[in-house]
T-cell receptor
Framework: GAGVSQSPSNKVTEKGKDVELRCDPI?????LYWYRQRLGQGLEFLIY????????KSGLPSDRFSAERTGESVSTLTIQRTQQEDSAVYLC????????????????FGPGTRLTVT | GIQVEQSPPDLILQEGANSTLRCNFS?????LQWFHQNPWGQLINLFY?????KQNGRLSATTVATERYSLLYISSSQTTDSGVYFC???????????WGAGTKLIIKP
């Protein structure tokens, strides 16, 4: 079956513009995560969606960042008034719901969107 | 907050060599995962290993939770093993992963 897909794969934008990044999770995965990866660094958690529960937005770095998800499908991450420090790869992952078997938690990652703010 | 430290930061080996990557964490964790990010950026989950030892082909991992470290072993390295290896920990029952900075592995033919 299809894996997690993200679009666009690359995005170059001017400082101050808004951008929207898209993530299509694996069908049946109710959990969806957004991460940011700066060059040469590990991943930073941004936001988590689980089914119809309120999302955990604790990782969003500022109010310029927001994300939405409709049901258990596509999610969009929006960055308003982009700044140069927003340049990074934005990764999306999805997983089955947390359950008694720990391996059901395994996150499957998309290829990422490389954002460059000039 | 919890610190996740990986060593070495960089490792260059000849094909066929064995290697050991280390992950230290500063607090008790609910779980620990190892990931491989290939040179094209794709992240693959290697092991979900809160404690004990697991093996998958040429790769194996051991986590000693009481001593707050995990080791990833790669035997008979191949050029396709190149990339960055990340350790990520999960606190308590929180789904959030805290990531180390990674070990960049280059396998030369």
């Amino acid at each position: 079956g299809a894996g997690v897909s993200q679009s666009p794969s690359n995005k170059v934008t001017e400082k101050g513009k808004d951008v929207e990044l898209r993530c299509d999770p694996i069908s049946g995965h109710t959990a969806l995560y957004w991460y940011r990866q700066r060059l040469g660094q590990g991943l930073e958690f941004l936001i988590y969606f689980q089914g119809n529960s309120a999302p955990d937005k604790s990782g969003l770095p500022s109010d310029r960042f927001s994300a939405e998800r409709t049901g258990e499908s596509v999610s969009t991450l929006t960055i308003q008034r982009t700044q140069q420090e927003d340049s990074a790869v934005y990764l999306c992952a999805s997983s089955l719901p947390l359950g008694p078997a720990p391996d059901t938690y395994e996150q499957y990652f998309g290829p990422g969107t490389r954002l460059t703010v000039t | 907050g919890i610190q996740v430290e990986q060593s070495p930061p960089d490792l260059i080996l000849q094909e066929g060599a064995n290697s050991t990557l280390r992950c230290n964490f500063s607090d008790s964790v609910n779980n620990l995962q190892w990931f491989h990010q290939n040179p094209w950026g794709q992240l693959i989950n290697l092991f979900y290993i809160p404690s004990g030892t697991k093996q998958n082909g040429r790769l194996s991992a051991t986590t000693v939770a009481t001593e707050r470290y995990s080791l990833l072993y790669i035997s008979s390295s191949q050029t396709t093993d190149s990339g960055v290896y990340f350790c990520a920990v999960e606190l308590d029952s929180n789904y959030q992963l805290i990531w180390g900075a990674g070990t960049k592995l280059i396998i030369k033919p």
